[in-house]
């Protein structure tokens, strides 16, 4: 029996939700990637998943009362709305309840979901038997893998709207390694459809920072002048996006409460002018133009789905402009509501210039190439905690001149957007720790004053 289509799923779910409200969200994911490791290809494949998620609400007590049920594959519309119904029944009122979002039809509604292959992974699949030979012959030992999913979104609702959205999602990374671990380095890209991925590029500057490591020396902890690439900065400032819940700083406790109560929306957070942004139509950052919850939380509705995303600045030259509310929590608050949208952008007027640049103009420095295994320690100042990775290098008089051992870290991405004493240019990037879960970034490199190297780290 052929799988039920989106649109099907969808007309059966809220046919049966009558004559209650109700969202229905059929996520369809189509995944490729080849891995590799010890210089050569280990796995490859393409998969295909489905989850569907009926969300009932009830009037109930005076207010409105939501259950939801999730499940994977070719499920029952009639089993989910049961279920979700049943949920709903002994379920608290919720905080969040708002009139569904106006009905919108989108006029590829109807459409298949999209299939991907293997063919998406060939502008880098035609130079990887190659690349796997070089490192052999130096020595070198890399591992890692090429993956690309492409994730149809459908959402239907009990007052008429349909949306659906495409969203492409790809990243190559890639690990070499020589003498036994003594020395490792990792590149890694996110991209749209690997037209654009430069492998050659990739493999040269993983052998450039091998080189770079050839020279080792100690240094201890302490606070040192850092310059961070943007991969690295990502990482930092994906903390950040996610921890700019409106709701959770009126409430008190994050590093966005205002001391004196409220938020500190409009609060300089940083000398030099840093602009925070996200626009679901950004070139090169294209995302979901619509919330999808499957789940209310302090910022997010499951009252939105379906409600369209804005260009939205969270900080502007310096400044914090804006933090995460749904609807509801905005008009309790006298604020526009600013979902959180899957992309961001760090810029600063002025920036120009690559890392390379950074170092050339570096008398003495550590360059951190990427962060790892990041934390948060003190949501009240976002104090995170992480480990640096794959190489640490000693940088003097323009030049890195040794590798240097890793380190614990313990810094606020807050705190290094006011440390940061120059910036280069913004661009798209992927973080080491975070670029899996948020694929969608573009920063700048930064040199930043007295970042704090807490204790060595014994891990190669």
């Not at 949920?87 to 569904?100: K, V, Y």
């Not at 989108?106 to 459409?111: K, L, Q, R």
């Not at 976002?382 to 000693?394: A, E």
Request: proline share 4%.
């Amino acid at each position: 029996m052929a799988l039920r289509t989106a649109e099907q799923v969808i007309d059966q779910a809220l046919a049966a939700l009558a004559p209650h409200r109700g969202v229905v969200i059929v996520r369809d994911g189509s995944d490729a990637e080849v891995r590799f490791a010890n210089n050569t290809v280990t796995t490859n494949g393409v998969r295909s998943s489905r989850s569907v998620t009926v969300i009932a609400m009830v009037t109930r007590d005076g207010g409105m009362a939501t259950g939801s049920a999730t499940r994977s594959g070719d499920s029952d519309p009639a089993a989910l709305v049961a279920a979700a119904l049943a949920e709903a029944s002994t379920a608290p009122l919720a905080h969040d309840a708002a009139d569904l979002v106006d009905p919108v039809v989108d006029a590829n509604f109807s459409d298949a979901a999209v299939r991907n292959d293997l063919s998406i992974l060939d502008p880098v699949l035609g130079g990887l038997g190659d690349l796997l030979e070089r490192a052999e012959g130096h020595g070198v030992t890399v591992a890692g893998f090429a993956e690309h999913s492409m994730e149809t979104t459908s959402v239907g609702t009990t007052t008429g709207l349909r949306r659906r959205f495409v969203q492409p999602t790809g990243s190559f990374q890639l690990v070499g390694r020589a003498d036994g671990g003594a020395r490792s380095s990792w590149v890694g890209t996110a991209t749209a459809d690997f037209t654009d991925v430069d492998l050659g590029g990739i493999e040269a500057e993983i052998h450039r920072r091998l080189d770079w490591g050839k020279r080792q020396v100690a240094l201890p902890a302490g606070r040192y002048e850092t310059l961070l690439p943007p991969s690295a900065v990502a990482d930092l400032m994906a903390y950040a996006t996610w921890m700019a819940g409106g709701q959770d700083a009126e409430d008190g406790g994050t590093v966005f409460s205002s001391a004196s109560g409220g938020t500190r929306v409009g609060d300089r957070l940083s000398a030099l002018p840093f602009t925070l942004a996200s626009d679901p139509f950004a070139l090169g950052l294209e995302c979901l133009p619509f919330v999808v919850a499957t789940a209310s939380g302090s910022s997010q509705s499951v009252f939105d789905n379906g409600l369209p995303l804005a260009p939205t600045t969270w900080i502007d030259s310096g400044r914090l402009s804006n933090l995460h509310y749904h609807r509801a929590g905005a008009a309790r608050s006298g604020v526009a509501a600013t979902p959180m949208i899957d992309n961001v952008a760090l810029t600063c007027d002025g920036g120009a210039g690559s890392i390379e640049d950074l170092i050339s103009s570096t008398e003495r420095a550590l360059l951190v190439t990427c962060l790892w295994y990041i934390r948060i320690v003190d949501p009240a100042t976002l104090l995170l905690t992480g480990l640096t990775r794959d190489g640490v290098y000693l940088v003097q008089d323009g030049a890195v001149v040794a590798q240097v051992n890793n380190y614990r870290f313990n810094e606020s991405p807050l705190d290094v957007l006011a440390k940061t004493t120059e910036v280069g240019a913004s661009v798209r990037t992927f973080g080491r720790e975070f670029g899996e879960d948020f694929n969608r970034m573009a920063a700048c490199p930064l040199r930043v004053a007295d970042f704090n190297m807490s204790s060595v780290s014994k891990a190669n």
